[in-house]
């Protein structure tokens, strides 16, 4: 049978979740795409259509009704699922520059809310349509989640908890073969990287200085997520890799 992904967190072309819808394709997946809101909505569609992805839903994480309702119609459609993508991260842009001192209580909740917890709502949601075959689920981390970026901030304390929930998310789920795990990638220009200051500086600083002398590319990520999802990863969970041309090891 076909393997079924869901996929959250394509907000245009540029984004990490578009490449990894890609390459899941590629590999022989149904792929269902989401939309957080209706501007949103114009975009996505017609990337899904480029695919010819199965299904494109509403889903806010903020809304716990329009996740039940999502993963509602994936079990009338499918009946199953295979892999769940999780790309998603929120911080407000004054929270992403200055000092981390001054991030206020709200603020703070609301990124480790909707980048960290997040996973958890989504892999709880999940959990009963890999119950059967088992399953893999995938979300995206950066390197600030262990070593202090300027101007990454809360966002690096997000990552943390996030990269700390795929531990405990792996070991809940391993007895059903559901795996967890998350791709640390390098910088790559997204819409959800230009709300960090000086990201371009961040940018060529690291082609200059990570091992390989390069930036990676969307490709790189959606080009490991596949191996992840594949046979030859079953093996593999409760892990962050790295893809940042070496940057982790400076
Ligand atoms: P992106 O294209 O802007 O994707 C971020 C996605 O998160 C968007 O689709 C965004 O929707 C969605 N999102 C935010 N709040 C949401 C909510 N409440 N409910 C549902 N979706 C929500 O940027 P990206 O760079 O590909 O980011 C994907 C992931 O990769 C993030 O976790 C990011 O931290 C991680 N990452 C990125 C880089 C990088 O350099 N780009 C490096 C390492 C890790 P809206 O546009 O509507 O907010």
Same mark, same amino acid.
């Given at each position: ?11 245009n ?65 499918w009946g199953?699922?295979d ?28 990124a ?7 996973l ?10 890999m ?34 929930? @795929?531990?405990? +998310? =792996?070991?809940? %789920?391993?007895?059903q073969?559901?795996?967890?795990n998350?791709? $640390?990638?390098g910088? *790559? ?12 500086t ?18 790189? @990520?959606?080009? +490991? =997520?596949?191996? %992840? ?9 409760g $892990?962050?890799?790295? *893809? ?7």
């Amino acid at each position: 049978m076909t393997q079924k992904a869901l996929i959250v967190g394509v907000a245009n072309e540029r984004s990490l979740a578009w490449s990894i819808a890609k390459h899941l394709k590629k590999s022989g997946f149904d792929i269902a795409l989401t939309y957080q809101n209706e501007a949103l909505e114009k975009r996505v569609k017609p990337l899904a259509q480029e695919i010819g992805a199965d299904l494109v839903l509403p889903l806010d994480v903020s809304n716990e009704s329009q996740v039940t309702a999502a993963f509602e119609t994936i079990q009338k459609k499918w009946g199953n699922l295979d892999t769940l993508v999780h790309s998603i991260a929120f911080a407000n842009r004054d929270d992403l520059e200055g000092r981390f001192i001054e991030t206020p209580r709200e603020g703070f909740r609301m990124a480790l809310d909707i980048s960290a917890y997040s996973l958890v709502q989504l892999a709880r949601a999940a959990e009963p349509l890999m119950k059967t075959n088992g399953g893999s689920i995938l979300t995206l981390s950066y390197v600030g989640a262990t070593r202090v970026i300027p101007h990454y901030n809360v966002m690096g304390v997000a990552k943390a908890a996030l990269e700390a929930c @795929v531990r405990y +998310l =792996a070991y809940d %789920l391993g007895p059903q073969k559901i795996r967890v795990n998350a791709i $640390s990638a390098g910088p *790559v220009k997204t819409l959800a990287a230009a709300g960090i200051r000086d990201f371009r500086t961040m940018l060529s600083q690291d082609a200059e200085t990570n091992p390989l002398r390069e930036n990676i590319e969307q490709d790189d @990520v959606g080009a +490991l =997520a596949a191996f %992840l999802c594949s046979p030859a990863g079953k093996h593999m969970t409760g $892990s962050t890799l790295f *893809v940042d041309s070496g940057a982790h090891i400076l």
